[in-house]
Antibody, heavy 119, light 107 residues
């Protein structure tokens, strides 16, 4: 069974940093591109970042470019999102999601981890 | 960036009703269109992709159609478990964008 479990969320002050993790199991992690998608409270879905299976291709939404860094460790079946210079508008549930078809189609999602940026 | 516009933003319907949700892209996306269902407090779930292909395990009452810039999700006979928010997503371009969502509520 495919499982994605996020961790690392919490309350952080504006300008602070946080590192999210996503532990993957039940599939060959190293064969799939992975993504972070976020959802602000009561709002819609926003794609944050994507990383290819071998980390050769990395993309960021304009809203986080230069502040967030996506990475992965295929030996540990883990995906990460380093978030720096956090702003109030980064407050959201952050989901880890697998690209199951190699086309930015997200076939499995984690349960999400809440990041709250507030003073 | 490709913008995705869903309509309506919300609707009220009864069990057994036929429900249609529309998604329009700001440019042609060559059927690179997916639909997701999200229930409160849960992660989104992939329902359809390539505009009309049903993801494994999804009931056949869900269907999709469309081409070019205009796409439709249809639920042929709404069931109690279908009350949720539905999102379209284009994956024609890198970092596919989502529509703003359509909340399907009980009438």
């Amino acid at each position: 069974e495919v499982q994605l479990v996020e961790s690392g969320g919490g309350l952080v002050k504006p300008g602070g940093s946080l590192r999210l993790s996503c532990a993957a199991s039940g599939f060959t992690f190293s064969s799939y591109s992975m993504n972070w998608v976020r959802q602000a409270p009561g709002k819609g879905l926003e794609w944050v970042s994507s990383i290819s299976s071998s980390s050769s291709y990395i993309y960021y939404a304009d809203s986080v470019k230069g502040r967030f860094t996506i990475s992965r460790d295929n030996a540990k079946n883990s995906l990460y999102l380093q978030m720096n210079s956090l702003r109030a508008e980064d407050t959201a549930v952050y989901y880890c999601a697998r690209d199951g078809y190699g086309d930015y189609l997200l076939d499995y999602w984690g349960q999400g981890t809440l990041v709250t940026v507030s003073s | 960036d490709i913008q995705m516009t869903q309509s309506p933003s919300s609707l009220s319907a009864s069990v057994g009703d036929r429900v249609t949700i529309t998604c329009r892209a700001s440019q042609g996306i060559s059927n690179s269109l997916a639909w997701y269902q999200q229930k409160p407090g849960k992660a989104p779930k992939l329902l359809l992709y390539a505009a009309s292909r049903l993801e494994s395990g999804v009931p056949s009452r869900f269907s999709g159609s469309g081409s070019g810039t205009d796409y439709t999700l249809t639920i042929s006979s709404l069931q109690p478990e279908d009350f949720a928010t539905y999102y379209c997503q284009q994956y024609y371009s890198t970092l596919g964008t989502f529509g703003q969502g359509t909340k399907v509520e009980i009438k």
